[in-house]
């Protein structure tokens, strides 16, 4: 083998070894840190140097993104103007390994002026970062797996596996679930996922429906002007009740059996009863499954009293990629 796979794998051995160091050190101390968070009027700050630094902007985005208003303020802009951005309410979560960084440790009087706590995310306690602040997560001794021990590699990785279960446990304290989520990512592939039916449906004219008595012509004259052609149609009473569900694939049937003058034959009599349908708040990701379980390409959307408020169809969530 490769010696140089040998070398590789050591150094990732040396960093689960951080991260496993980290996990065991969790205790009172990361409690009263979630609680301070869960309990702020203002955001969690984050603040690093160097390679710590891009570690708390991480951080920062993770709290931001899971319910948790954060920003990253970087120590040297913000000795020059920057430390406006922190004020009484806030709480600064400052990351350095040696807790000796002194960018880091310049800021902290000015911090601390306003009010605001602070929580350090280093080695020791007794470094001079940690001697400074309320409340400490240690590290422990971490030693660098690199070439002479210089570039921060294992620590980082510890750095963040702490802010990811501090911003995450937070995130099960405010009880951030689905919904939340969505709101905070509305692009992209898990923003799709995440849209709901109340969102992809169709409504208005492009929502077809006839009321109860109308004639499988009259059906059929909806269904094929309404904008995008779904070859269904829904039944409803004349409180806007869903009753039925009369498909293209209904028609053929009638066809087959004899069908002879659509415009004397009930449309009560040609619709499906008591439909399969679907709630506004169903998750578009869900209604994919449900069209699958059910082999149908569209389901009449009703809300709480029954009443028809839309169409789901299967091309709109394809057009979106979900599912």
């Given at each position: ?7 590789a ?6 960093e ?10 969790l ?5 009263s840190?979630a609680?301070?968070i869960?309990a ?42 920057d ?35 602070v ?11 940690g ?15 690199g ?45 799709r ?7 992809l ?14 004639t ?30 009369f ?42 499954a449900?069209?699958?379980?059910f082999?149908?390409?569209q ?25």
């Amino acid at each position: 083998m490769d010696p140089r796979i040998e070398r590789a794998r050591e150094i990732v051995e040396r960093e689960a070894l951080a991260v496993r160091q980290v996990a065991e050190r969790l205790g009172p101390t990361f409690l009263s840190t979630a609680d301070l968070i869960l309990a702020l009027a203002g955001r969690v700050v984050t603040a690093g140097m160097g390679k710590a630094g891009f570690i708390a902007q991480k951080v920062s985005a993770t709290l931001a993104s899971t319910g948790t208003s954060s920003i990253f303020l970087h120590p040297a802009e913000a000795i020059h103007g920057d430390l406006g951005r922190v004020d009484e309410g806030d709480l600064l979560l400052a990351f350095s390994k040696s807790g000796e960084t002194e960018e880091l440790l310049v800021m902290l009087p000015h911090v601390k002026a306003v009010g605001v706590p602070v929580v350090g995310v280093t080695q020791s306690a007794h470094s001079t970062l940690g001697r400074h602040c309320d409340l400490v997560l240690e590290l422990g001794q971490i030693d660098e797996p690199g070439p002479h021990g210089l570039a921060p590699s294992a620590s980082t990785t510890a750095m963040l596996a702490l802010g990811d279960a501090l911003a995450l446990v937070v995130q099960e304290g405010r009880r951030f679930g689905p919904d939340d989520f969505a709101r905070f990512h509305p692009g992209g592939d898990l923003g799709r996922r995440l849209m709901k039916v109340g969102e992809l449906m169709r409504t208005g004219d492009r929502n077809p429906k006839v009321c109860s008595g109308a004639t499988v012509l009259e059906a059929i004259e909806v269904m094929t002007r309404t904008p995008g052609r779904p070859g269904a149609t829904s039944v409803v009473d004349k409180h806007g009740k869903l009753l039925g569900f009369f498909t293209d694939g209904d028609l053929r049937r009638l066809i087959e059996h004899g069908l002879n003058n659509p415009r004397e034959r009930s449309i009560d009599e040609a619709m499906t009863r008591n439909p399969r349908s679907i709630r506004p708040e169903t998750f578009g990701l869900e209604a994919v499954a449900l069209l699958h379980q059910f082999a149908v390409d569209q389901l009449p959307v009703v809300d709480d009293d029954g009443r028809l408020i839309g169409l789901l169809d299967v091309q709109d969530l394809l057009n979106l990629k979900i599912g």
